[in-house]
């Protein structure tokens, strides 16, 4: 019997993961990055050279869930305080760069003739630049986090929030047909502020309990369905209402940010995440019509030239201004020159509303495409002149670090044991980070005022996500013994720098972690027992002296019984255990 046929989109999968698990490796030796790659393996079996695809639309259609779950994921990482704290660098840096780029290049467009409204659309949309590009190039170098990261992020959020006004614009814009009204504009306003409401609401007052309730059913699938779910979900209110699917859905990660399941959303997430900005690249490359290019050639060359340099000087500029270090203001003007995946959202629309000629519309996207090529190119060529100029002993202009000024220590495990060592890190003002399973025990923590996050202490992309890799110590404080020997593996597998300190359950358990290797291990037990002692021995008259003479000798003996225990079993050294300990007199003390 014949078999089936294959089923939907099973050959274009396979010619897709041929093509990336080809190209994006290639790219990343000769040190372009993987969004080169990608791009490059969209390019070959797109329409324009191989023609295995006959459209990228289809795909690129798909993969913008890529986008929207990247911004899920940053909305994640950005609590709102922070995000407050950013609002100059939104609002005024992001507002300045738009505003003056695309004035720059409107003013550039009059003057060689093009129409004021293609010209004034052009310019405009040039100016925005790529999340999903800048953000991923920032990820790959570890820099999202960094100063001038973090400045960067905040003109994209601004650029991101900017196509809503611009496709405004674009409406304005286009020839009257006489069917709009005050009344419509009023019914979309509304509709827009009921969208935004919806999902601060639902992210406050709805997610986490929902959160809570699946976490005690232990199910992780359904957890993962559920962040899904919230992050899809929030990203398709917007899209019904006009506004940016990317927004919708980094609203929701925000109102998250705070969450207790932060950490473990951000885990399950990334690898679906990946995935697709990895399909997003490869889509836009399958759009880029090599026929537009070879007949524009020059204009295209002029243009993604004129774009470059322009908005590359505004930025390097605005971010001088406004307080960043020359070294800072290089990184964001190469790390975000490049066209964004909205001006082809703006241009489309425009070519749609007869405010764009198709072929301009064209024209334009080929500029944009080859920006995006381009910028991980332009990040390269600094680095390499940073390294030249370091070799030959200039200093640096460009790379530095950013080290943390406060050590941070992650505590996992977050029950009486991890509650008290986190009560004594931060009496010292050290920044503690908690993980745990048991949302009971979270929910109680933070009505105590700490912030506890749950999530699976054998799970690496967990640990990673609640920064285990920038903690300068890990305690673990968990009381499953089987679990902390797993945990330990994966930490020094994964995180083999970091302090590990443990809590111990009893003598064998100590002795296991011993074996293991950890930085420090004690038995929960051990010095409330000597204190509890301590305490009996002064209610029964005991000079405080001899106390001490006590417990000193009892420590001593404990020692000496583990190194035994260590080389002959856990039954061995019990002469340890007893005796009575010999009088020191003054003159004996050292």
């Known amino acids: 019997m014949a078999a089936a046929g ?24 000769l040190g372009l990055g993987s969004v080169i790659g990608y791009l490059a393996a969209g390019i070959a079996v797109g329409p324009s050279a191989l023609g295995l695809f006959t459209s990228g639309e289809r795909v690129l259609g798909f993969a913008e869930i890529g986008v929207v779950l990247l911004l899920f994921v940053i909305g994640l990482e950005l609590d709102p305080k922070k995000l407050w704290r950013m609002r100059r660098d939104i609002f005024l840096l992001g507002l300045a760069q738009v505003v003056l780029t695309g004035i720059a290049l409107h003013l550039f467009g009059l003057a060689i003739g093009i129409d004021p409204k293609v010209s004034l659309v052009a310019g405009l949309g040039l100016a925005l630049s790529s999340t999903a590009f800048a953000v991923q190039i920032l990820q790959e170098r570890g820099q999202l986090s960094a100063p001038y990261g973090q400045r960067a992020f905040g003109i994209l959020l601004f650029q991101d929030i900017a ?14 047909d006489g069917t709009g009204s005050g009344h ?34 232990r199910a992780r699938e359904v957890m993962l369905a559920a962040a899904l779910l919230v992050a899809l979900g929030s990203a398709a209110l917007m899209h019904l209402v006009g506004l940016s699917m990317a927004l919708g859905a980094f609203l929701a990660g925000v109102l998250l940010a705070e969450s207790s399941f932060r950490h473990t959303l951000e885990a399950d ?35 993604v030239v004129l774009v470059m340099c322009v908005k590359g000087l505004f930025l390097w500029g605005l971010a001088r201004v406004t307080g960043s270090s020359n070294q800072d203001a290089l990184r964001i003007a190469v790390t975000l020159p490049q066209g964004g995946e909205f001006a082809f959202v703006l241009f489309t629309a425009a070519a749609g509303s007869q405010v764009l000629p198709y072929e301009m519309a064209n024209v334009l996207s080929s500029i944009v495409m080859l920006t995006m090529v381009m910028t991980p190119i332009a990040c390269l060529t600094l680095d390499r002149i940073a390294e030249r100029l370091k070799a030959s002993g200039v200093e640096n202009p460009v790379i ?5 000024a406060t050590p941070t220590v992650l505590v996992i495990g977050f029950g009486r044991f991890g509650m008290m060592v986190a009560q004594i890190l931060t009496s010292e003002g050290l920044e503690v980070r908690a993980l745990d399973n048991r949302p009971d025990r979270i929910a109680y923590a933070r009505k105590l005022g700490y912030k506890v996050y749950y999530g699976d202490a054998t799970r690496p992309d967990v640990l990673a996500a609640a920064g285990a890799g920038q903690a300068a110590l890990i305690a673990l404080c968990i009381e499953n013994d089987r679990v902390m020997l797993q945990s330990i593996d994966l930490i020094r597998e994964g995180f083999p720098g970091v302090l590990l300190f443990c809590r111990a359950t009893d003598r064998a358990h100590a002795l296991e972690l011993t074996r293991k290797g950890v930085d420090y291990q004690i038995r929960e037990t051990f010095e409330s027992s000597l204190a509890f002692g301590r305490a009996a021995l002064e209610q029964l008259g005991i000079p405080q002296d001899r106390i001490s003479q006590i417990e000193e000798d009892v420590r001593r003996r404990d020692k000496e019984r583990l190194d035994i225990q260590m080389q002959e079993g856990l039954y061995a050294g019990t002469d340890r255990l007893h005796g009575i300990t010999p009088r020191r007199n003054a003159a004996d003390k050292p």
């Open 163 to 176: 196509i809503v006004p611009l496709l405004a614009m674009v409406a304005v814009l286009a020839p009257d």
């Open 269 to 303: 997430i990334e690898p679906f995440r990946s995935l697709l900005m990895g399909l997003f690249f490869v889509a836009v490359g399958m759009t880029f019509d090599l026929g537009v290019l070879v007949n524009n050639l020059w204009i295209v060359a002029g243009g």
């Open 184 to 217: 419509d504009f009023l019914y979309q306003a509304g509709l827009t502020v009921g969208a935004v409401a919806t999902v601060v609401v639902a992210g406050r007052y709805l997610a986490s309990p929902l959160f809570s309730l699946l976490a005690a059913s």
């Open 6 to 29: 294959a089923p939907p989109f099973m050959t274009e999968a396979i010619l897709l993961m041929a093509a990336t698990v080809v190209a994006v490796p290639v790219s990343k030796r």
């Open 400 to 404: 530095e670090t950013f080290d943390e």
